[in-house]
């Protein structure tokens, strides 16, 4: 058996938050529960946001009860502040994750504060976490390229790393939000980052805007990263990003892991009747064979 990479399935969570029709909760719940048939271990379910900011993420509570639940399955909860993470527990999130950015100009844009105001909003959410022996994940948003600012320098994303480490972070999702990265940059910024975390608490969460995600899993892959973010369909984007697609679609990632002889337990035949239940068309997604208003 090859050597094992976890596959993060953040559809429901980063797919559904950029898709302009609003799911039903009803569709969510079948979504969420494709995708656990299918053997995905880990699920970012929603996210525990301002309903006027993420609509699409409104009905969090009713998903995260209603998320179909399975040994060996992770249901996490994307959450800003003290007030979703209380929300995301009490409707029994298995997971929590922040998401701070190493741009300040998109911490702004995306929780309207600085980065430092996000810090001190993640420090009740990781007391919450820890008395509720919850895994913390911190997200770095903007980890190579901002919509705002252009390139970011690396050692100001090994800073934030740190940080997230301190405040409690049981695991660091290095993000390219809008899916410019290339390889090469990917592994710059991920030499800064494992100067301070170990390669087993690093996630790569890459959009595919430009087609390199795959590359980019291959660059650290090569420095020791086994935790992957992917989305059913490549769904995603960030509606506070301009420019950012979908991310790496599920199916891709696991069909190159496989190929590459890493072992992510991910079934491809029933992951492919998750990607069938929600197709494209005319811009649009939309949900076949059951019924969406
Ligand atoms: P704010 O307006 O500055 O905060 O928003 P506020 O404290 O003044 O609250 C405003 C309203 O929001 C109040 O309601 C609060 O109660 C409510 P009102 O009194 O007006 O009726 N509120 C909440 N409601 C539900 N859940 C909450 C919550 N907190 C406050 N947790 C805030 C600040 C952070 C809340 C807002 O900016 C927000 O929700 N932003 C969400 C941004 C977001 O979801 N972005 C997309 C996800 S991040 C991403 O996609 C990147 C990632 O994929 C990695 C990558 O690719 O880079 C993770
Ligand atoms: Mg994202």
Same mark, same amino acid.
């Given at each position: 058996?090859?050597?094992?990479?976890?596959?993060?399935e953040v559809g429901p969570r980063d797919g559904l938050q950029n898709e302009?029709?609003?799911?039903?909760?009803?569709?969510?719940?079948?979504?969420?529960?494709?995708?656990?048939?299918?053997? +995905?271990?880990?699920?970012e =379910? =929603?996210? /525990?946001?301002?309903?006027?900011?993420?609509?699409?993420?409104?009905?969090?509570?009713?998903?995260?009860?209603?998320? !179909?639940?399975?040994?060996?399955?992770?249901?996490?909860?994307?959450?800003?502040?003290?007030?979703?993470? +209380?929300?995301?527990?009490?409707? *029994?999130?298995?997971?929590?994750?922040?998401?701070?950015?190493?741009?300040?100009?998109?911490?702004?844009?995306? =929780?309207?504060?600085?980065?430092?105001?996000?810090?001190?909003? /993640?420090?009740?959410?990781?007391? &919450?976490?820890?008395?509720?022996?919850?895994?913390?994940?911190?997200?770095?948003?903007?980890?190579?390229?901002?919509?705002?600012?252009?390139?970011?320098?690396?050692?100001?994303? *090994?800073?934030?790393?740190?940080?997230?480490?301190? &405040?409690?972070?049981? !695991?660091?999702? #290095?993000s390219?939000t809008i899916g410019?990265? =290339?390889?090469?940059?990917?592994?710059? #910024?991920?030499?800064?980052?494992?100067?301070?975390?170990?390669?087993?608490?690093?996630?790569?969460h890459f959009h595919d805007t430009?087609?390199?995600a +795959?590359?980019?899993?291959?660059?650290?892959? %090569?420095?020791?990263?086994?935790?992957?973010d992917s989305a059913i369909g490549g769904l995603g984007g960030c509606p /506070?990003a301009? *420019?950012a697609a979908g991310n790496l679609a599920t199916?891709?990632?696991?069909?190159?892991?496989?190929?590459?002889?890493?072992?992510? *337990?991910?079934?491809?035949?029933?992951?492919?009747? %998750?990607?069938? /239940?929600?197709?494209? #068309?005319?811009?649009?997604l939309?949900?076949?064979?059951?019924?969406?208003?």
């Amino acid at each position: 058996m090859g050597e094992r990479v976890t596959v993060v399935e953040v559809g429901p969570r980063d797919g559904l938050q950029n898709e302009k029709r609003i799911f039903s909760t009803e569709d969510k719940l079948h979504l969420i529960s494709f995708l656990g048939k299918a053997g +995905l271990t880990r699920i970012e =379910t =929603t996210a /525990f946001v301002s309903p006027k900011w993420v609509p699409q993420m409104a009905d969090h509570d009713l998903v995260m009860r209603g998320a !179909e639940r399975r040994d060996n399955l992770e249901l996490s909860a994307l959450v800003p502040n003290e007030k979703g993470a +209380l929300a995301a527990i009490a409707a *029994g999130a298995q997971a929590l994750a922040v998401f701070a950015s190493a741009s300040e100009s998109f911490a702004r844009k995306n =929780t309207n504060c600085s980065i430092a105001e996000s810090f001190e909003r /993640f420090k009740p959410v990781a007391t &919450l976490a820890k008395q509720n022996n919850l895994p913390l994940r911190g997200y770095i948003s903007c980890a190579i390229d901002c919509p705002y600012e252009g390139a970011l320098a690396p050692e100001a994303v *090994g800073e934030v790393a740190d940080q997230l480490l301190g &405040l409690g972070c049981t !695991e660091i999702a #290095v993000s390219d939000t809008i899916g410019q990265a =290339t390889p090469m940059q990917v592994d710059t #910024v991920l030499r800064y980052v494992l100067k301070t975390v170990p390669a087993d608490q690093i996630a790569c969460h890459f959009h595919d805007t430009s087609g390199q995600a +795959l590359a980019n899993v291959d660059a650290a892959l %090569a420095l020791g990263i086994r935790i992957f973010d992917s989305a059913i369909g490549g769904l995603g984007g960030c509606p /506070f990003a301009p *420019g950012a697609a979908g991310n790496l679609a599920t199916d891709a990632l696991v069909k190159h892991l496989g190929e590459r002889g890493y072992e992510c *337990g991910v079934n491809l035949e029933v992951l492919g009747d %998750a990607e069938r /239940f929600v197709e494209r #068309v005319d811009g649009l997604l939309v949900v076949k064979g059951i019924l969406s208003k």
